[in-house]
C-alpha cells in the first residue's frame, strides 16, 4: 500500500509559484509510488477525517505557513502526529534553514521524494504562546513592532525590501513600555524598559544568533531581556547582536525554562515565528510532545 503524503501549500509563497511547486512535487511523489493529497486551503480549515491515514506531510511556504500546519496536525494528532517536510518558500525561512532543507536547484520535487524515502526524523520543542503554537521564537518589543507594521500594510507577497518602510516607522515611533519578566514563577526584571525574545533557535529573522545558547531539543526555552529605553539603545543592541556580543550589554539577562511570562503597563507588541501575535501579557508553556521533522540525510 503506498503511502499516503499531504502536501500543504500557500499559493502566494514564492510570489505565486507556491502552487505550481507542489504541483509539480505531488507529480514527482506519484511517479515515485506515494500517494498525495494536495491541500490549498487553510490548514485549519481541514477535517480531521481528510488528515486520518497521513505517513507524513509537506509544507510550502514560510515560516508562518509551516507553523499554522504544524498546529493543525498537532491539534488533531499530538504526539501522534504525522511527520513534517518544510519546502521553504518565504522570507526569513529560519526553520527551513535550521533543518537543512533550502534547496537551491530546480529538482525540489527529487529532493523532496528521496528525504521521504529515507525518513530521518529529528523533534524539535514546540510551545504554547497565548494558545497560539510557536516553534522558533517570539519578539517582544520593537522587533514586533516592525512585524505589527508590516502586517498592517502589506498586501501579497513579501521580501526583506518589504521591511524597511516598517522599520523606519517602529524606530521612530516605537515608545518602549517597561517589561516584567517571570521564567519558571520567578521574577526576572520588573517595570524595565526593554526588549525580549523567547525561543527554541539560535537565529533570528536577521540572522544574528539572538539565543545564542538555544537548543532545539532541549526541553527548555531560552529567553533573553535586553534593557532598551530608546532608538539609540535599540541599535546599539543591533550592532551588538551582529557582532555576537550583546549578551554581553549592561543590564542584559539570559535564562532557560520551562514557562515565560511577560507583561507590561501598556501593551507591548508581540510577534510569533515572525508574524504579528497580540500584545502583552504573554504567557508562553511548553508543550508536552515535540513536533516531529523530516530532514535531509
Not at 510570489?15 to 511517479?31: M, N, P, Q, V
Not at 507577497?157 to 516605537?174: E, M
Not at 524595565?192 to 532541549?218: R, S, W
Not at 526541553?219 to 551588538?240: F, S
Request: charged residues 20%; negative net charge; aromatic residues 6%.
Amino acid at each position: 500500500m503506498s503511502e499516503s503524503i499531504l502536501i500543504f501549500v500557500n499559493p502566494i509563497a514564492g510570489h505565486g509559484e507556491g502552487k505550481a511547486t507542489a504541483e509539480r512535487i505531488a507529480a514527482r511523489l506519484s511517479r515515485d509510488g506515494f500517494e498525495p493529497r494536495l491541500v490549498l486551503h487553510r490548514p485549519d480549515k481541514i477535517k480531521d477525517d481528510d488528515l486520518a491515514d497521513s505517513s507524513a506531510a509537506v509544507a510550502i511556504g514560510g515560516d508562518g505557513t509551516v507553523r499554522g500546519v504544524a498546529r493543525r496536525l498537532y491539534g488533531a494528532f499530538e504526539a501522534e502526529m504525522p511527520p513534517l517536510l518544510v519546502v521553504p518558500m518565504g522570507t526569513a525561512n529560519l526553520l527551513g534553514r535550521h533543518l537543512g532543507t533550502i534547496w537551491r536547484d530546480r529538482d525540489v520535487p527529487g529532493k523532496v521524494s528521496a528525504t521521504l524515502r529515507e525518513r530521518r526524523i529529528i523533534g524539535l520543542d514546540a510551545a504554547c504562546a497565548n494558545d497560539e503554537l510557536f516553534l522558533l521564537m517570539a519578539g517582544i518589543g520593537l522587533d514586533a513592532k516592525v512585524v505589527h507594521e508590516l502586517d498592517r500594510m502589506r498586501d501579497g507577497p513579501i521580501d526583506y525590501t518589504s521591511y524597511a518602510v516598517p522599520a523606519a516607522l517602529a524606530l521612530g515611533f516605537y515608545t518602549y513600555p517597561a517589561l516584567t519578566v517571570s521564567v519558571n514563577g520567578r521574577r526576572i526584571c520588573s517595570d524595565l524598559p526593554a526588549i525580549a525574545f523567547v525561543g527554541n533557535v539560535k537565529e533570528y529573522g536577521t540572522g544574528f544568533p539572538m539565543l545564542p545558547h538555544a537548543l532545539p531539543n532541549d526541553g527548555l526555552l531560552d529567553v533573553c531581556v535586553l534593557p532598551c529605553a530608546n532608538r539609540r539603545d535599540a541599535l546599539m543592541h543591533l550592532l551588538r547582536a551582529a557582532a555576537g556580543e550583546h549578551l554581553s550589554a549592561e543590564g542584559a539577562i539570559y535564562t532557560k525554562g520551562k514557562t515565560v511570562r511577560i507583561t507590561s503597563a501598556e501593551p507591548a507588541p508581540v510577534q510569533i515565528d515572525g508574524e504579528a501575535a497580540g500584545h502583552t501579557p504573554l504567557d508562553i508553556g511548553l508543550l508536552p510532545a515535540r513536533v516531529p521533522f523530516i530532514v535531509p540525510a
